[in-house]
């Protein structure tokens, strides 16, 4: 790479930007350190030139001072106002003048934006960006929300909050995003009434994103007049990137086969863009230099009106270097201009590193330059039109496939063929069509409206394709997060093994991305000084290349294009082949376990769930939490697009970041929606064995709903009564000790309001250690086992004291009675409530009563996820996401 010193810089720079991101202090010191002496000893022994060890040395250096500088200065300038409340967890009352510095997005009975102020209570020429929630009261205040627009002066009052963070392991941390943004507060306002909303009195710069913003919501409501239903979403998200009105089931679907690249704007829109401009300027007869120019100027107007997001930021800055490099006939290579894309945004923008759109679209499109060669040497049996297709969507998968399952932890085995089917059908078709008739409706309504029927139709088959090849989780694969080492270790072997196979199949076929024909410094005007030095270290690299060569030879190595192969590669690639499927293994099954058992305490809110992780790796699911929805018919305006739903939006994901990929057994303790109400989502996105429950039922559509997904999926349902035990491996066994009454095969299941009462009510030993779980239990259910079930719980004459008890109903003051304390007599409780729930749980009679007893008590409201670690010997060390962690025995 020593002859591509814009890619060497970049790539450096892009190093220290994430070592300085992972690390700080002495240990980022280290890692500067190391690196560079690493470096000077590589380059020495290749007797590479002074200039690219100093130019990679400054990259490391100068993005590592960088990325801290940035890091450092991204302080909130209000932190004096948390000396003035209470407590941080707790609202600040605040008055704040300023601009909204972002669209207004109003969803249901909330109104979103960004909110840069100017004045803060009496403080002036404060400037903080602050995350604005409105909450909207009537539907008139929606309709005047609606109005909003960016580049609004508001004069606000509210409370101002701290983003939450993380409340579960390698949960989402909404804190961080929005630091990432540059955002540090909340401020949340109750009705409209405290926000008064003026347009600006004078024209600004900034007033383009205005007019900008204005634009997209005509071409929005264009496409909604054009199409209907879920067309008009999927069409938004498919022209302008829109993906606000995208049918949430729709984008699901896309997700699972690796497709949602369509609809976020890419590369292949610009080339689309691109490629019809300059085809109707050279009808018109154009000159190319001409055309050239306009387009470059227009490209940036087309990366505003489809979103700016990272990756149509990407190509817009990638297409417009490569358009004027055309036109002067300067830096034709590919990398060049995709390191040049690269660094500047970084420079403009650190934090564009951890953005996974920026991440996938620049590491896709590099290994589309490097790899789509070498996999068109396997492909050469193919008419090249198709090889061309494949070998492009191959080299995409395999590039993109560690960071897909790094962020989304799955991956279909359908995926390859889905792209290959999809992917020519929608650009090709579907978009240009959706494009042309866009336009044509602004002329001809009525012929742009037989277009967009045709278009509904081709939707229509799109959307039944992706749904059949849905249709059962077997081709999903559920995959844990992987560690960075994992997936350097993957690119390296994936890299050799593509290199050395493809110089076996013959001479490797270059593309764009592989050709250096960068016209040298000295010609660009550079230096005569710095072109010498260049040219020096050109010809001792070339020296020592001779020198090399030499040595390669009379070592058994021969030539194939342009790199040398032991003449026992094969055994090389055997190794590398072996070595790429135990990598893949060890990522699928993640870390071993090695004899312990978890108990994972999953922080839901105001509800339950729990993960029992066995020692032999089983997995059992102890409810999954669920929202409850206490909202009237008349208010089904208030209803968001895409409402917060527990289960799909913590339980599942959290599941999969944890590599379960099938649920051995889920435990539904009873039927009320924070136990239960998760569990839609789980049926629907994870493989679950079996199911038990208490065999009754409530007046809950939400729960029928569930059970017959259930039977749809054919997952067995059994009934737990006292004395059933469940075994999931020789360490683990489930004991429940509830009601003793056993339905027959032919009855109907019983509805039961009082569902508390029927909670399943089961004690887990695992590697010795003992927990007892009791859902909502009541303190009649506590005494009827304790007197009905002793038979079973007692032992020598007494009942042996519990490891942990899962505290009854959120810590009601109805359950954990002091009978019940006095019998089991646990060393740990945990209590699973919502922060600041509208109960008010736990009470402070069960918690003072649990301190009298001597147990150690966890609470999720206070620290999270709470997660135990069962080792073989039956010792518990506990965790805390959120508070320090603790061990007990």
Known sequence: MTDRPL??????????????????????IFIQVGIALLLIVCFIWKQ???????????SLLMSSGYWEWNDARNVSELQFLIKDSVSEDEGIPLFAEGV????????????????????????????????????LLTEEERERAIAWKRGDVARITGQLEVPGEARNFEGFDYRQYLRTNEIHWLFKVKGIENTIVSEPSEWKLSHILRWNDGIRQYIGDQIDVLFGGVHAGYMKGLIIGEQGDLDPDTFAEFSRLGLTHI????????????????????????????????????????????????????????????????????????????????????????????NVSFQLSFLVTAGLMVFVSKLMVFLSFMPRWLAGSVGVTVAAQLVSFPLTIYYFNQFSLLSLV?????????????????????????????????????????????????????????????????????????????????????????????????????????EAGAPRAIAARLNDDRERYNYS????????????????????????????????????????????????????????????????????????????????????????????????????????KVVVPLLKKRGVHALDMVMITHNH?????????????????????????????????????????????YQAGAGSIYRPDQYTEFQFLNSDSQLKETEVLPVVEDQNHESLVFELKMNEARFLFTGDADEK????????????????????????????????????????????????????????????????????????????????????????????????????????????H
């Open 7 to 28: 890619l060497v810089f970049t790539f450096f720079w892009v190093f220290g930007s994430g070592a300085a991101c992972m690390y700080s202090g002495w240990d980022l």
């Open 48 to 58: 590479a030139g002074r200039l690219y060890i100093g130019c990679m040395v400054m």
């Open 100 to 135: 909204i510095v972002s669209p207004v997005k109003v969803d249901g009975d909330r109104a979103d934006f960004v909110f840069s102020t100017r004045r803060i209570n009496d403080h002036e020429e404060i400037m903080e960006k602050v995350q604005v929630q409105v909450k």
């Open 263 to 354: 609809l976020a704007i890419s590369g292949m829109h610009v080339a689309v863009f691109v490629g019809s401009l300059l085809f109707i300027f050279s009808a018109f007869r154009i000159t190319r230099e001409t055309s050239l120019t306009i387009v470059i100027f227009l490209i940036p107007v087309y990366v505003l009106l489809t979103g700016a997001s990272p990756s149509i930021v990407r190509a817009g800055i990638m297409g417009m270097i490569g358009l004027y490099a055309a036109r002067r006939g300067l830096l034709k290579d590919g990398m060049h201009i995709l390191s040049a894309a690269a660094l500047g945004m970084l420079l403009w923008n650190p934090y564009f590193l951890v």
């Open 418 to 522: 889905a792209n290959l089917v999809m992917v020519p059908l929608i650009s090709l078709i579907v978009l240009p069509m959706g494009t042309t008739a866009l336009i044509l409706g602004m002329v001809w309504f009525s012929g742009a409206k037989w277009i967009a029927v045709m278009i509904e139709w081709l939707n229509e088959f799109t959307f039944s394709v992706v749904e059949w090849m849905n249709s059962s989780l077997a081709f999903l694969m559920i995959w844990p997060s992987p560690n960075l080492w994992w997936i350097i270790l993957y690119y390296l072997i994936l890299y050799t093994l593509l290199h050395i196979g493809s110089k076996k199949k013959g001479s490797v076929h270059a593309t764009s991305g592989a050709i250096d024909d960068t016209v040298p410094l000295s």
């Open 545 to 648: 290349q001779s020198r090399m060569s030499g040595w390669l030879r009379s070592n058994g190595f021969h030539r194939l294009a342009n790199g040398y192969v032991k003449y026992g590669s094969g055994a090389v690639v055997a190794i590398l082949v072996s070595l790429f499927i135990v990598l893949l293994y060890s990522g699928y099954h993640g870390t071993s376990k090695q004899g312990s058992g978890w108990v994972q305490f999953l922080d839901v809110g105001q509800g339950d769930s729990i993960l029992v992780t066995t020692p032999e790796g089983k997995h059992v699911l102890i409810d999954a939490g669920g929202t409850t929805n206490f909202r009237k018919e008349k208010d089904a305006w208030k209803e968001r697009s895409r409402p917060f739903e527990v289960g799909a």
């Open 673 to 717: 929606q924070d136990h239960s109400g998760g569990l839609q989502a789980v049926l629907e996105e994870i493989p679950v064995k079996s199911i038990i429950f208490n065999g009754t039922l409530a007046k809950s559509k939400t729960f029928e709903e569930l059970m017959v997904t259930a039977v749809n999926l054919g997952i067995p349902v």
């Open 781 to 888: 259910a506590e005494q009827k086992i304790l007197t009905e079930q002793v038979d079973r719980i007692v032992e020598n004459g007494r009942i042996r004291p519990l490891d942990v008890l899962k505290v009854g109903h959120h810590g009601s003051k109805t359950s954990t009675s002091e009978g019940w304390l006095k019998a089991w007599k646990p060393e740990a409780a945990v209590i699973s409530a919502g922060v600041n729930n509208m109960y008010r749980h736990p009470h402070p009679d069960v918690v003072e009563r649990l301190q009298r007893y001597g147990a150690l008590t966890f609470r999720t409201d206070l620290r999270g996820e709470i997660q135990m670690k069962v080792s073989r010997t039956g010792k518990i060390d506990v965790r805390t996401k959120l508070r320090a962690d603790d061990e007990l």
